[in-house]
């Protein structure tokens, strides 16, 4: 079966720097994406990697090594308002069908 | 925002049931997906949607049927509700050439 990998809680720091993790096994590769879900809201998009390397999206960044089926997110000087759940996903084909993460819960403390 | 909405946002229903849910788009986007959200569960596919009357199974999609007769509206159908149903549901759009899924708000669904 197919199966992405996160870990369930991360606790950091206003102002610190955080990583969140992905690991992934799936019959096929084409992208990985992370999503961000505050409680009661909607997930909303935040990065995509199609190759390997890291991609900058202001205090996000994201990584990905295919050829270890790994990726994560990397959060600088964490705000209080980062406090949400981090998603990852995978799409394994040509059909621009998702396959989500458990979710990572991030709780970021004054 | 792709100006995503969704019908209702909150339902309490009877076991047994039939239960439609709607979901209302107005940018024009190919690509339709209904997912519901469990806790420890993440999102999970239920149905996809790659076109007016073209639809596909997700990971989940016993117990449930889509129709999509126009581009802008994609229904979700629960033919006989079960209390494992009772979940949130979220619809997505999508476009070609790009991973980028945007959500609507979610309706929470009790299956009492």
């Known amino acids: 079966g197919q199966s992405l990998e996160q870990p369930s809680e991360v606790t950091a720091v206003e102002g610190a720097i955080v990583q969140i993790n992905c690991t992934y096994q799936?019959?096929?590769?084409?992208?990985l994406s992370w999503y961000q879900q505050h409680d009661g809201g909607a997930p909303t998009f935040l990065s995509y990697?199609?190759?390997?390397g890291l991609e900058e999206t202001g205090r996000f960044s994201s990584f990905l090594s295919r050829s270890d089926s790994y990726g994560y997110l990397l959060l600088q000087e964490l705000q209080m308002k980062d406090s949400a759940s981090y998603f990852c996903?995978?799409?394994?084909?040509?059909?621009?069908?998702?396959?989500f993460g458990s979710g990572t819960r991030l709780l970021v403390r004054p | 925002d792709a100006g995503i909405t969704q019908s209702p946002r909150h339902k309490v229903t009877e076991t047994g049931t039939p239960v439609t849910l709607r979901c209302h788009q107005t940018?024009?986007?190919?690509?339709m997906y209904w997912y519901r959200q469990d806790p420890g569960h993440g999102l999970r596919l239920i149905h996809y949607?790659?076109?007016?009357?073209?639809?596909d199974k997700g990971e989940v999609s016993d117990g449930y049927s889509v129709s999509r007769s126009k581009t802008e509206d994609f229904l979700l159908t629960l033919e006989s509700a079960t209390s494992s149903q009772t979940s949130v549901y979220f619809c997505?759009?999508?476009?070609?050439?790009?991973?980028?899924?945007?959500f609507g708000p979610g309706t929470r669904l009790t299956v009492l």
């Open positions: 799936t019959s096929g590769f084409y992208g």
């Open positions: 940018e024009n986007h190919r690509y």
């Open positions: 949607s790659y076109g007016v009357k073209d639809t």
């Open positions: 990697n199609g190759l390997d």
């Open positions: 997505a759009t999508g476009q070609d050439n790009t991973d980028t899924q945007y």
């Open positions: 996903a995978v799409r394994m084909d040509s059909s621009y069908k998702l396959i």
